[in-house]
């Protein structure tokens, strides 16, 4: 791939996304719009096709895209005590959100429990929603 030989739709199409995601990602600052020569159409290059990968990786991880963005401004590796608070404020989020998990895991199969046994008037999870 030559350096900045890709149209949008090409940059989308080797970075595993679509057009819109990719203006999208313009409009909210984490990949930049080339210019347009006069006449022409933008091109993209191997850069920025990292750049929408990595946004993606960040994604599955969970990062949001103000955290990403965050990263993105660290990408020069330099300041990884600076990206690593970044990531421990992400795992004591998601850790968080596991204990909130399994919190409502148990009280689901304490209902579903409830429902198999029968023998109640009303449906103890319908009965217990209501409660609340």
């Known amino acids: 791939m030559a350096n900045q030989a890709l149209t949008i739709g090409l940059l989308a199409g080797q970075s595993g996304v679509n057009v819109e995601t990719i ?37 599955r991880l969970g990062f949001t895209l103000e955290e990403i963005g965050l990263l993105l401004k660290l990408e020069d590796g330099a300041r990884c005590a600076e990206a690593r608070e970044i990531a421990e404020l992400k795992l004591a989020d998601v850790r968080a959100r596991l204990t909130d998990l399994q919190r409502i895991e148990a009280a689901l199969s304490g209902l579903v429990k409830e429902c198999q046994a029968g023998g109640s008037v009303t449906c103890p999870l319908i009965a217990s929603l209501l409660d609340t």
């Open 23 to 59: 203006r999208f990602y313009q409009r909210r600052g984490l990949l930049a719009e080339p210019e347009k020569p006069l006449g022409g159409i933008r091109r993209y290059g191997a850069t920025e096709v990292a750049r929408v990968r990595f946004i993606k990786s960040a994604q």
